[in-house]
């Protein structure tokens, strides 16, 4: 099936810990442990968007993130080698204000981007970037904006 609209909902304030005015996401989103997201306000979230809030992610206003982008604030703890059941490494997700995330990129636990980053589509993050830099696919310095 080709779809031809998109349709833009507002966030309600029960979507999560917290949402801003003017918020809005396309088509469908899944917020996990929903109770650990903040969002800001005039933020807009892309189709298909994966957001895990059990480490905790805070969403800067008037950030736009493109769709299928995937948000993890934890990862399955591992102990030598093994992967330990049921077992959580928390680490919060901190996006600034004003930034942009390209579609399909991904943001690993522990990420902080600060006010106005730019990401490349496809890129996956660890860390911390700066503010107005511009990323691609592997998480370089491309450019200052």
């Not at 490494?89 to 600060?114: K, Q």
């Not at 993050?125 to 450019?143: I, T």
Request: proline share 4%; charged share 20%.
């Amino acid at each position: 099936m080709i779809r031809r609209e998109h349709h833009a909902y507002p966030f309600r304030a029960t979507d999560a810990a917290q949402v801003g005015t003017g918020s809005s996401y396309l088509d469908e989103i899944t917020l996990l442990n929903d109770h650990g997201i903040t969002i800001g306000d005039r933020v807009s979230i892309g189709a298909r968007c994966w957001l895990n809030g059990f480490g905790g992610i805070t969403i800067g206003s008037d950030t736009m993130i493109g769709p299928g982008v995937f948000v993890h604030s934890a990862n399955h703890k591992i102990d030598g080698g093994i992967v330990v059941p049921d077992e959580w490494d928390e680490r919060p997700v901190t996006i600034g204000r004003g930034c942009w995330i390209g579609a399909g990129s991904i943001v690993l636990p522990g990420t902080t981007l600060d006010d106005g980053c730019v990401v490349g589509a496809g890129s996956v993050l660890h860390g911390h970037y700066g503010s107005g830099v511009v990323f691609g696919p592997k998480a370089r310095e491309m450019e200052t904006a």
